[in-house]
C-alpha cells in the first residue's frame, strides 16, 4: 500500500530533503518545491506505484521518493541538484515518464495540471452532494418531499444547474436539473438512519449511477437482462421504470452479493424480477427464456478507478496495474460482444466506474468493430457536460463522469442500439418495441402525414 504523506509530515522533512537532495536552493525555493509535490501527491503515489519505484529501490524512503519523482517529472529535472540518488533516478526515468504518459491517458488529460483536477483533490469529492433516488415503486416524488419537509429539511424546487447543486446547505434539499426522481442533499446529509430509507422508499444512489437505467429506460412489460447486477441499485432502478411489469433476467457470479441483493430488492418492493447465480458469459443468447429481451444493462466488474471513497482513502489505489487492467478489459470486451448476440436486443447501456480508456472507449470501440454495422452509439444528453475521450468517431456520445465535472462519483456510460435495416417485409412493431433512431424518424414522418396522439419521451434525449 502506498501511504500519502500529510502536507505538515512533508513540510517537517524539508531539512531532511534538502541534506538528502542536495539541492543548491535556498529555503524558500525548498519549501516551493515541496509544497508543489505535496499538490501532486496523489498524481506522484499513483506514478511511483505503478513504476514500481520502491520496491526496486529498497532504501529509498517515500518522502524523498516523492519530491525526487517531482522534481524529475514535473519540477526542473534536477538540473540544479539532486545528490547520490541522481544516478538512482537516471536507472527509472524511462519507466517513470511512461507511467505518467500513461496516467494522463487513462485520465483523457494532455497536461500535466489537469491531473490535479482528477482524483488528487479529495476536496472536491467531499464537496460531492449526496443524491436519492425516490423509489417510485413504494412512494412518489412529492410524497418524499412532503415527508421530508415535516421532518425539518428545506425543500428549494428543481435544481437548474449544477452551481445550484454545489451551492446547497444546511438542510436544504433540491430536485436534481436531470433526474426526474433524484434528490439531492448538502453533502454532510447523512440518510442511513432514516426511516424512508430503511422502509425502502427512499435509495441513496449516487447521480452517476442512475444513469443507466434512465438511459435504457426500458418501457413496463419489457423483457430486460441485467447481466452483472449484484449488489442491485441499477436493478431496482430498472424496476421501477418497468412499474414491476415485464421481467428481469439478473445475473451475477458472486453468491454472498447475491443474497445482499435479494435483500435490498424486497426492501425495494421489486417483483419483476428472476435472479440467478451464473455467469453472464455462459448463459445463452439462444435460450427461449430471453427470446423477447430488448434491453441489456451490462455494468461489470471494473478497476473502480472513479470510486470517490477509494480515492479519499488512498488517492491513486484505483489505478490498477496493466496486467489487472488487460484482464478486466478482457472481460468486459467478451462480456459486451456476448451481450450483442442476444437476438431480439434493441438497445443496450454498457456502463463502469472506471475513468480507465481501456475499460471504457476501447471496450466499446472495439465491439462495434466485431459487429459492423449491426449496432450503432446512441448520442444521449446532448446537455452532459463531460463525453467520451474522442478516440475513436463517435465517442463523444459516450458519456463521462467526476467529482468535478459532475459533481458525481466517476463513471463511463455508453449506449448501444441496433442498426434497423429497413425491409417491407420488417414485422409491424409493438408499443413494447424500443425506440431506435430510425423508428423515430419513420415515426417523425408518419405525424408530419397525419395528426397522432402523444408520443412518450426517454428523458433528455
Ligand atoms: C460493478 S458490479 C455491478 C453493480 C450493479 N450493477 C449495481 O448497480 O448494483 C459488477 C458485478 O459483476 C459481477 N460479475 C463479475 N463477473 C461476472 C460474470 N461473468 N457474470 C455475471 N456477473 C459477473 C460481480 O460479482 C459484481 O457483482
Same mark, same amino acid.
Given at each position: 500500500m502506498v501511504v500519502t504523506q500529510g502536507f505538515c509530515d512533508l513540510t517537517l522533512m524539508v531539512p531532511l530533503i534538502w541534506a538528502e537532495l542536495s539541492l543548491p536552493c535556498n529555503v524558500r525555493q525548498l519549501y516551493a518545491l515541496v509544497c508543489e509535490t505535496q499538490r501532486y501527491s496523489a498524481v506522484l =503515489?499513483?506514478?511511483?506505484?505503478?513504476?514500481?519505484?520502491?520496491?526496486?529501490?529498497?532504501k529509498l524512503r517515500p518522502h524523498v521518493a516523492k519530491v525526487l519523482v517531482y522534481e524529475l517529472l514535473l519540477g526542473q529535472g534536477f538540473q540544479r541538484g539532486g545528490g547520490r540518488w541522481k544516478p538512482l533516478l537516471a536507472r527509472h526515468q524511462a519507466r517513470l515518464k511512461a507511467e505518467l504518459a500513461r496516467l494522463k491517458v487513462?485520465?483523457?488529460?494532455?497536461?500535466?495540471? =489537469? +491531473?490535479?483536477?482528477?482524483?488528487?483533490?479529495?476536496?472536491?469529492?467531499?464537496?460531492?452532494?449526496?443524491?436519492?433516488?425516490?423509489? #417510485?415503486?413504494? #412512494?412518489?416524488?412529492?410524497?418524499?418531499?412532503?415527508?421530508?419537509?415535516?421532518?425539518?429539511?428545506?425543500?428549494?424546487?428543481?435544481?437548474?444547474? !449544477?452551481?445550484?447543486?454545489?451551492? +446547497?446547505?444546511?438542510?436544504?434539499? !433540491?430536485?436534481?436539473? +436531470?433526474?426526474?426522481?433524484?434528490?439531492?442533499?448538502?453533502?454532510? #446529509?447523512?440518510?442511513?438512519?432514516?426511516?424512508?430509507? %430503511?422502509?425502502?422508499?427512499?435509495?441513496?444512489?449516487?447521480k452517476a449511477s442512475c444513469l443507466p437505467a434512465m438511459l435504457?429506460?426500458?418501457?413496463?412489460?419489457?423483457?430486460?437482462?441485467?447481466?452483472?447486477?449484484?449488489?442491485?441499485?441499477?436493478?431496482?432502478?430498472?424496476?421501477?421504470?418497468?412499474?414491476?411489469?415485464?421481467?428481469?433476467?439478473?445475473?451475477?457470479?458472486?453468491?454472498?452479493?447475491?443474497?445482499?441483493?435479494?435483500?435490498?430488492?424486497?426492501?425495494?418492493?421489486?417483483?419483476?424480477?428472476? +435472479?440467478?447465480?451464473?455467469?453472464?458469459?455462459?448463459?445463452?443468447?439462444?435460450?427461449?427464456?430471453?427470446?423477447?429481451?430488448?434491453?441489456?444493462?451490462?455494468?461489470?466488474?471494473?478497476?473502480?478507478?472513479?470510486?470517490?471513497?477509494?480515492?479519499?482513502?488512498?488517492?491513486?489505489?484505483?489505478?490498477?496495474?496493466?496486467?489487472?487492467? %488487460?484482464?478486466?478489459?478482457?472481460?468486459?470486451?467478451?462480456?459486451?460482444?456476448?451481450?450483442?448476440?442476444?437476438?431480439?436486443?434493441?438497445?443496450?447501456?454498457?456502463? #463502469?466506474?472506471?475513468?480507465?480508456?481501456?475499460?471504457n472507449e476501447d471496450v466499446v470501440q472495439e465491439a462495434l468493430q466485431k459487429s459492423p454495422g449491426a449496432f450503432r452509439l446512441v448520442p444521449v444528453l446532448p446537455s452532459w457536460p463531460h463525453r467520451g475521450l474522442g478516440t475513436f468517431p463517435g465517442a463523444e456520445h459516450c458519456l463521462r463522469a467526476s467529482p468535478e465535472t459532475t459533481l458525481t462519483g466517476g463513471f463511463f456510460i455508453a449506449v448501444l442500439e441496433r442498426v434497423e435495416v429497413l425491409s417491407s417485409t420488417s414485422p409491424t412493431k409493438t408499443p413494447e418495441q424500443p425506440r431506435t433512431a430510425a423508428s423515430a424518424l419513420k415515426r417523425k414522418r408518419k405525424r408530419r402525414q397525419k395528426p397522432a396522439a402523444c408520443a412518450s419521451v426517454r428523458p433528455g434525449m
Open positions: =503515489d499513483a506514478v511511483i506505484a505503478s513504476a514500481g519505484l520502491l520496491r526496486a529501490e529498497k487513462q485520465r483523457g488529460v494532455s497536461r500535466n495540471e =489537469d +491531473l490535479l483536477e482528477l482524483g488528487s483533490n479529495p476536496g472536491s469529492a467531499l464537496q460531492m452532494p449526496r443524491f436519492v433516488r425516490v423509489n #417510485t415503486l413504494k #412512494t412518489c416524488i412529492d410524497d418524499a418531499i412532503d415527508y421530508l419537509k415535516r421532518q425539518g429539511f428545506s425543500y428549494q424546487g428543481r435544481a437548474s444547474s !449544477l452551481e445550484d447543486l454545489r451551492a +446547497l446547505k444546511g438542510k436544504h434539499f !433540491l430536485l436534481d436539473p +436531470l433526474l426526474p426522481e433524484l434528490l439531492v442533499f448538502p453533502s454532510h #446529509t447523512d440518510l442511513h438512519e432514516h426511516p424512508l430509507y %430503511q422502509a425502502g422508499h427512499l435509495i441513496l444512489q449516487d435504457l429506460a426500458p418501457p413496463p412489460g419489457a423483457h430486460v437482462i441485467d447481466a452483472c447486477a449484484a449488489p442491485g441499485n441499477k436493478t431496482s432502478h430498472l424496476a421501477a421504470l418497468l412499474k414491476n411489469q415485464g421481467k428481469i433476467f439478473a445475473f451475477d457470479l458472486d453468491a454472498k452479493r447475491l443474497a445482499s441483493m435479494a435483500t435490498l430488492l424486497a426492501r425495494a418492493g421489486v417483483s419483476c424480477c428472476e +435472479l440467478a447465480e451464473r455467469d453472464f458469459l455462459a448463459v445463452s443468447p439462444s435460450d427461449q427464456r430471453y427470446r423477447q429481451v430488448q434491453y441489456i444493462l451490462l455494468d461489470p466488474s471494473c478497476s473502480g478507478s472513479g470510486m470517490v471513497a477509494r480515492q479519499l482513502e488512498e488517492p491513486g489505489a484505483g489505478l490498477p496495474s496493466k496486467e489487472r487492467l %488487460q484482464a478486466l478489459a478482457g472481460f468486459q470486451q467478451r462480456a459486451l460482444c456476448h451481450a450483442l448476440t442476444f437476438p431480439a436486443l434493441q438497445r443496450l447501456v454498457y456502463s #463502469t466506474c472506471s475513468l480507465c480508456q481501456e475499460e
